[in-house]
């Protein structure tokens, strides 16, 4: 039987707006295994990136409060903790790599003095032993002469290379859960898979879990064993990568599939999903894919749905998907 490593449970995250309090992360539910790599995808806009920074309690106050909810991490509960033992797991146990490097590395450091500082804190090194494992973790994220990288500045580095030394700073303390965000946005195709194929190595062989945030179907179907589809912070879909790319239950999920390009496809239109995701601020009655659901009816503008199970492994937040599957 699989351990769980984390456990989030009926997660609520809101923010206040010009007074008005918009609840941006609704009730979500969700686990990750030891060693498992989990895919949370969506458009810009449906939570995904705040789901991450709750996580960690990294959510900006204000204007933002979780409000609710639990998350288990190794059975305690991250919400509950002081900042003592939040300092703990924060670089640590649980790492992550935010979306842009230049904005997340500080430009008047080193990249070597902002790698050693997780490791002096987390692994009691010396300065001297600190940085000869900065070198070593920059070596590993595929950083070439690593011995003169580690006294550059962030803006002497390209992309590509900030992101690396983004991935070593997450990794140097060797965390049990890493957060990957965006890790490839901007990037050239060429160094995109470069990163991934080091994270995924990296993955086996210290085997940690991995949670990536990305809009890239394609970065999923290769990296991860389950996906959760989130809209309008909303989870609206779950499964297994398998079971979410043969048999897509939710129409939002069917929808961003079918827009994926693909090589051998005839010279045709795109396809796109119709219409924007709605505002926190003046969300939709019922489903909140409603306005944009080609399939909706009476219920679903009405009544709201809840994730329920339609499969072994696989839920759904959809009427006509519990209506087929029985489960209604």
Same mark, same amino acid.
């Given at each position: 039987?699989?351990?769980?490593?984390? !456990?989030?449970?009926?997660?609520?995250?809101?923010? %206040?707006?010009?007074?008005?309090?918009?609840?941006?992360?609704? &009730?979500?539910?969700?686990?990750?295994?030891?060693?498992?790599? +989990?895919?949370?995808?969506?458009?810009?806009?449906?939570?995904?990136? *705040?789901?991450?920074?709750?996580?960690?309690?990294?959510?900006? @106050?204000?204007?933002?409060?979780?409000?609710?909810?639990?998350?288990?991490?190794?059975?305690? &509960?991250?919400?509950?903790?002081?900042?003592?033992?939040?300092?703990? +797991?924060?670089?640590?146990?649980?790492?992550?790599?935010?979306?842009?490097?230049?904005?997340?590395?500080?430009?008047?450091?080193? #990249?070597?003095?902002?790698?050693?500082?997780?490791?002096?804190?987390?692994?009691?090194?010396?300065?001297?032993?600190?940085?000869?494992?900065?070198?070593?973790?920059?070596?590993?994220?595929?950083?070439?002469?690593?011995?003169?990288?580690?006294?550059?500045?962030?803006?002497?580095?390209?992309?590509?290379?900030?992101?690396?030394?983004?991935?070593?700073?997450?990794?140097?303390?060797?965390?049990?859960?890493?957060?990957?965000?965006?890790?490839? %946005?901007?990037?050239?195709?060429?160094?995109?898979?470069? +990163?991934?194929?080091?994270? @995924?190595?990296?993955?086996?062989?210290?085997?940690?879990?991995?949670?990536?945030? %990305?809009?890239?179907?394609? *970065?999923?179907?290769? %990296?991860?064993?389950?996906? +959760?589809?989130?809209?309008?912070?909303?989870?609206? !879909?779950?499964?297994? *990568?398998?079971?979410?790319?043969?048999?897509?239950?939710?129409?939002?999920?069917?929808?961003?599939?079918?827009?994926?390009?693909?090589?051998?496809?005839?010279? !045709?239109?795109?396809?796109?999903?119709?219409?924007?995701?709605?505002?926190?601020?003046?969300?939709?009655?019922?489903?909140?894919?409603?306005?944009?659901?080609?399939?909706?009816?009476?219920?679903?503008?009405?009544?709201?749905?809840?994730?329920?199970?339609?499969?072994? /492994?696989?839920?759904?937040? #959809?009427?006509?998907?519990?209506?087929?599957? /029985?489960?209604?």
């Amino acid at each position: 039987m699989r351990e769980k490593l984390i !456990e989030v449970k009926n997660l609520n995250t809101d923010f %206040t707006n010009e007074g008005i309090d918009m609840r941006i992360i609704d &009730d979500v539910s969700f686990e990750i295994y030891k060693g498992e790599a +989990i895919g949370v995808v969506g458009e810009s806009g449906s939570g995904k990136s *705040v789901t991450a920074r709750s996580i960690l309690r990294l959510i900006p @106050s204000p204007p933002g409060k979780i409000v609710s909810g639990e998350i288990l991490f190794n059975g305690k &509960d991250i919400l509950t903790m002081d900042m003592g033992s939040l300092r703990q +797991i924060r670089g640590n146990e649980i790492s992550m790599i935010f979306q842009e490097p230049m904005s997340s590395l500080n430009p008047v450091f080193t #990249c070597g003095d902002q790698i050693m500082e997780a490791i002096i804190l987390h692994q009691k090194l010396s300065k001297k032993e600190a940085r000869e494992k900065a070198i070593e973790m920059l070596r590993l994220a595929g950083i070439q002469l690593p011995e003169q990288r580690v006294d550059c500045y962030p803006h002497e580095l390209s992309g590509g290379m900030r992101q690396r030394v983004m991935i070593a700073m997450a990794l140097s303390c060797v965390p049990k859960l890493l957060i990957a965000d965006e890790p490839t %946005t901007a990037l050239d195709p060429t160094i995109q898979a470069q +990163i991934l194929d080091l994270i @995924s190595k990296l993955r086996e062989e210290i085997g940690m879990s991995v949670m990536y945030i %990305t809009h890239d179907l394609g *970065v999923v179907a290769e %990296t991860c064993d389950r996906v +959760i589809v989130m809209y309008a912070g909303k989870i609206m !879909e779950k499964a297994d *990568v398998r079971t979410l790319f043969k048999n897509p239950a939710h129409p939002y999920t069917q929808g961003l599939l079918k827009a994926v390009p693909r090589l051998n496809a005839k010279k !045709e239109r795109l396809f796109t999903i119709e219409g924007m995701v709605p505002s926190f601020a003046e969300m939709p009655a019922g489903c909140s894919f409603q306005p944009r659901c080609q399939d909706a009816t009476e219920q679903c503008i009405k009544e709201r749905p809840s994730l329920k199970t339609i499969g072994e /492994g696989h839920e759904v937040c #959809c009427w006509k998907a519990q209506h087929a599957a /029985g489960r209604v």
